[in-house]
């Protein structure tokens, strides 16, 4: 064989085994089947997203609802299978198809029974609509408008639909959720205000909220909405310490570039008395 064949053979090699999902353990105890994209690469790296993760398991317990709206593949899907345990159920929303693949792998290697997934997107409106999913490592940046500037790589398009929040509780007799991580790439606002009641019927859940003027700025409107948006609802935010506690989010400023979590005023003293650092 030829240097050059052998050379070419070898590269065709090392793509082949960057596409084999490797199996690792998250810092919570999950097992993790990483592939060859930014979101793998990070969760290796000491202090990725560690204080939402400690905050997620600090607060659920036993017997909760979960929605992990945006699940990717599952880091929060699996951290929330373990938080609310077998009498406790989570509903994972994951429109690409790509990534609803890897996801169900997750859960599978977990035995996550309490889990269900649902394919749709999260809108104000029930409706189909164009989804750019991302070629390259951002996986976790796929979004119902075209990347912003900050993602590298092509995209393709996958048509999906979109559900009101509000309308697929009520129409799966979902009456109670206790927890919702909110993680749809600018889409937020939009799932939000598909939630209003959600948002208003008593108990009201708790949200964790990714918050990025980066994400939001294709969608044409400032991360500030997102704030601005559920305090009107009569949530107030915090911010996760790295210990897995709160603190009070500074809610002035023009812009954001983080996970803040929203609690209903009616439940700032269980979670101020519980995780209130």
Request: with cysteine; glycine share 8%.
């Amino acid at each position: 064989m030829s240097r050059s064949l052998t050379g070419r053979v070898w590269r065709r090699c090392q793509k082949l085994f960057r596409r084999i999902p490797r199996l690792t353990r998250l810092p919570f105890g999950a097992l993790w089947l990483a592939r060859d994209d930014e979101l793998s690469q990070a969760i290796g790296k000491v202090g990725f997203e560690e204080a939402e993760c400690r905050f997620v398991e600090r607060f659920l317990r036993s017997g909760m609802t979960v929605l992990d709206l945006g699940a990717h593949h599952g880091l929060y899907t699996l951290l929330a299978s373990r938080g609310v345990a077998r009498g406790g159920r989570v509903i994972a929303f994951e429109p690409s198809n790509r990534e609803r693949r890897a996801l169900r792998m997750n859960i599978l290697v977990n035995r996550c029974a309490n889990v269900s997934v649902q394919g749709f997107a999260l809108g104000s409106a029930d409706a189909e609509t164009e989804f750019y999913v991302v070629q390259a490592h951002s996986t976790g940046c796929n979004s119902l408008r075209p990347p912003a500037r900050d993602i590298e790589g092509e995209t393709r398009k996958q048509r999906v639909r979109t559900v009101r929040l509000d309308g697929w509780l009520a129409s799966h007799k979902v009456r109670q959720v206790d927890f919702v991580k909110l993680d749809v790439e600018g889409g937020e606002l939009e799932a939000l205000k598909g939630a209003a009641d959600l948002l208003e019927r008593q108990p009201r859940p708790v949200i964790l909220v990714e918050v990025q003027d980066a994400r939001t700025e294709p969608w044409g409107y400032k991360a500030k909405e997102i704030i601005e948006h559920l305090k009107q609802k009569g949530y107030k935010w915090f911010r996760p310490s790295s210990d897995g506690y709160v603190e009070e989010l500074d809610t002035t400023a023009e812009f954001f570039d983080g996970n803040f979590v929203a609690c209903p005023e009616e439940s700032v003293g269980m979670l101020r008395s519980q995780l209130y650092a």
